[in-house]
């Protein structure tokens, strides 16, 4: 059982640079989700989708691109990498946005922008 | 104003004791959902922990157990018997029914078990 797919774990970018990470979920779930996560720090809100082709800011959207066009795939684009952009990015998850629903999380990209 | 507080940003406890880890949490909605997270070194987030706001009993999963006190709007995690693998960043987070970005997560803490 798959879950949530990350692709790639780790990247090392030069500035200026532009790359897509990739994000799949096989559980049919209709929110989809993109967190970062400095170092030491807790998660904030990048993009996130309630379903294919709708897609919202989150907190932190500057720098970043998501599009939605099926259920199972939500990618991140990054065009322009700064050095801020350094982080862990998480994708995530959920059946519907019910309070009961917790997020189901894929295992972290490590991206490095050098 | 911060919808999930957590305000020990380090925690120490000794193998097999219990430790409790705090938060507090602000809405004004009726229905909400509570959740922990567990982040070990590895990076992942594990879920360990769901506390719905009309449960009146406290949840318990195994070693975790939540301490779910609503009119004073907390959610403390409580993990008895700690052994070297709780070694973690423990993160709360809350759902809210309303609206579509209705997430919110905590700063974390980060929990070392000593031998």
């Known amino acids: 059982n798959a879950g949530v797919t990350q692709t790639p774990k780790f990247r090392i970018l030069k500035i200026g640079q532009s790359m897509t990470l990739q994000c799949t979920q096989d559980?049919?779930?209709?929110?989809m989700y993109w967190y970062r996560q400095d170092p030491g720090m807790g998660l904030k809100l990048i993009y996130y989708s309630v379903g294919a082709g709708i897609t919202d800011k989150g907190e932190v959207p500057n720098g970043y691109n998501v599009s939605r066009s099926t259920t199972e795939d939500f990618p991140l684009r990054l065009e322009l990498a700064a050095p801020s952009q350094t982080s862990v990015y998480f994708c995530?998850?959920?059946?519907?946005?019910?309070?009961?629903?917790?997020?189901?999380f894929g295992s972290g990209t490590q991206l490095s922008v050098l | 104003a911060q919808k999930i507080t957590q305000t020990q940003p380090g925690m120490f406890v000794q193998e097999k004791e219990a430790v409790t880890l705090d938060c507090t949490y602000d809405t004004s909605d009726q229905s909400y959902g509570l959740f922990w997270y567990k982040q070990p070194s590895s990076g992942e987030m594990i879920f360990l922990i769901y506390?719905?706001?009309?449960?009146?009993q406290n949840a318990t999963e195994g070693r975790y157990s939540l301490n779910f006190q609503k009119a004073r709007k907390s959610a403390n995690l409580v993990i008895s018997a700690s052994q070297l693998g709780d070694s973690a960043m423990y993160f709360c987070?809350?759902?809210?029914?309303?609206?579509?970005?209705?997430?919110?997560f905590g700063t974390g803490t980060r929990l070392t078990v000593i031998p």
């Open positions: 987070a809350m759902r809210e029914e309303t609206g579509a970005n209705n997430l919110f």
């Open positions: 995530a998850s959920s059946p519907d946005g019910s309070g009961v629903e917790k997020l189901f």
């Open positions: 506390q719905g706001s009309y449960d009146e």
């Open positions: 559980m049919n779930h209709n929110y």
